[in-house]
């Protein structure tokens, strides 16, 4: 079997108003790379890459970059092919390319699996997990009024656990949580994500404060790239962080694992390099017996289906990240919803179990999303 095709769509979609908002700005677009990839075989395989910027500029380096790399290739040689698209045009690995390359590599796996006959969560080892844990994403950082609504709409929904945007000053961050934590009432917990917004100093005081309220994780208080204010913001009040979902490689992410600074990895197939690089981020942490939750924010279906796949065959598997709102990426691009809330029950959602990724891809819709 051997690659004969590659193409790049590049899609975009609107999203609601009252969902758009994050401590980070506002969001009204989304965007994602699709990749197809064609054998001599006839089968194809189907990924997706998380390119907000630029999508149309991550489908002209697949076109003239990666392809030629691709062409002729065996599908099953991942391990091979990541690190040489991985280096096509630095030398050095990271951000843009890598969302790219994320995209090719959950094409491959999605080959692979079709050609065998067996979903892909087989083939990375299955934990015989039919259905996977999931948490309710994400409680908008916007007027309370909206916040109390979605938030009384997840937990009718049955989600066990919620996660909360939250944004400066510290006070009004704390306030968030402490009246939801009212509302669900010990119907579900509460986790909060703060988008990197606070300083050190900040951060301390509002992880002591959400410690006090019980929130299960913290997330991202503070900027990726300082891992000594991880490490000493863990020190200083014994809650549980979250993070992970920034970096791109297995290398990127080994000094905040090994810090243990994080109680929660986050890594997301669509912008850690794919199945490939995200399961040995996965693994990583639980060799440090950190806990692996698949992040996914407002991706398309091919990257919920690749991480429900991870989340059915990795050890360290925690929950899943299950969006709440509407997203035509994820609920237009295939014949059916992979991790759609709707699809919830006992607070777990089915893994795929077709060959592959278990996804079709709706050509229709591909063309209607597709950035022009």
Not at 52 to 57: F, H, K, N, V
Not at 71 to 87: K, Q
Not at 321 to 328: K, L, T
Request: overall charge negative; aromatic content about 6%.
């Amino acid at each position: 079997m051997r690659i004969v095709e590659v193409k790049a769509h590049p899609l975009a979609a609107p999203i609601a108003p009252d969902i758009q908002k994050t401590s980070a700005g506002n969001y009204p677009t989304i965007s994602i790379l699709v990749v197809e990839v064609v054998t001599d075989t006839g089968i194809t395989g189907w990924g997706e890459g998380l390119l907000r910027a630029s999508p149309r500029a991550a489908a002209t380096l697949v076109e003239q970059t990666l392809t030629p790399l691709l062409l002729g290739a065996d599908p099953f040689a991942v391990e091979a092919l990541w690190p040489t698209l991985a280096r096509a045009t630095t030398g050095r690995s990271g951000g843009f390319l890598i969302e790219t390359v994320a995209a090719i590599d959950i094409a491959l796996w999605d080959i692979m699996g079709k050609a065998l006959g067996q979903p892909v969560h087989r083939l990375l080892g299955s934990c015989g997990r039919e259905r996977v844990t999931a948490y309710a994403s994400s409680i908008s950082w916007g007027p309370l009024a909206i916040a109390e609504a979605q938030a009384e709409e997840a937990v009718g929904r049955g989600f066990p656990l919620i996660k909360v945007k939250i944004g400066a000053p510290v006070e009004a961050a704390i306030e968030r949580i402490r009246v939801l934590t009212r509302l669900v009432n010990g119907r579900a917990k509460l986790c909060a994500d703060a988008n990197w917004v606070f300083d050190y100093d900040d951060a301390v005081r509002l992880a002591r404060a959400l410690l006090d309220l019980d929130v299960h994780w913290l997330e991202e208080p503070i900027v990726p790239e300082d891992l000594d204010g991880y490490r000493r913001l863990r020190a200083a009040v014994p809650i549980r962080l979250a993070a992970g979902e920034s970096e791109f490689t297995a290398w990127g992410a080994r000094d905040l694992i090994a810090s243990r600074a994080v109680g929660v990895i986050q890594p997301d197939v669509a912008r850690s390099g794919g199945i490939t690089e995200t399961r040995r981020i996965a693994t990583l942490a639980h060799c440090f017996h950190l806990a692996y939750a698949p992040h996914m924010g407002f991706s398309g279906a091919i990257c919920a289906a690749a991480s429900l796949h991870l989340a059915a065959a990795m050890p360290n598997f925690a929950t899943f990240e299950c969006m709440i709102f509407p997203n035509p990426l994820r609920e237009e691009l295939a014949t059916t919803r992979p991790g759609d809330p709707s699809l919830l029950q006992d607070g777990a959602v089915p893994v795929p179990e077709g060959p592959g990724l278990g996804i079709e891809i709706d050509r229709t819709a591909l063309a209607r999303l597709t950035v022009s």
